[in-house]
């Protein structure tokens, strides 16, 4: 679980970060990200339409979290992104989730 003052919490946070961060993709995953911001956070987005069911939607936020949790030294001081499945993955482990998010962060350098 990602610290409250690690996370995005309000809609107009994500909605700034969809509107002007820079987006990177790997594998069926995307993540964009905002420069500029007085503090790191993180936020995370899974839509009902890839996963009706929240116990999956909270499953796959809880799998992305866990992931990005040891990576924050990894992202840019000061950014705020916003995880987000471009395509429902054939299944959700752990390790495939590392894979994809590690992806993104070496794009993001």
Not at 50 to 68: F, G, H, Q, S, W
Not at 70 to 98: C, N, T, W, Y
């Amino acid at each position: 679980m990602l610290r409250k003052s690690s996370r995005l919490k309000n809609n107009s946070a994500f909605q700034q970060v969809f509107r002007q961060g820079k987006p990177f993709f790997f594998q069926g995953m995307g993540c964009r990200i905002l420069k500029g911001q007085e503090r790191t956070r993180i936020g995370l987005s899974i839509t009902k339409r890839m996963y009706p069911r929240a116990v999956d939607r909270n499953r796959a936020k809880r799998l992305i979290a866990e992931t990005i949790r040891p990576r924050l030294s990894d992202m840019p001081i000061g950014s705020s992104a916003v995880f987000f499945f471009q395509q429902k993955p054939d299944r959700l482990e752990k390790h495939d989730i590392e894979e994809k998010v590690s992806g993104i962060l070496r794009n993001m350098r």
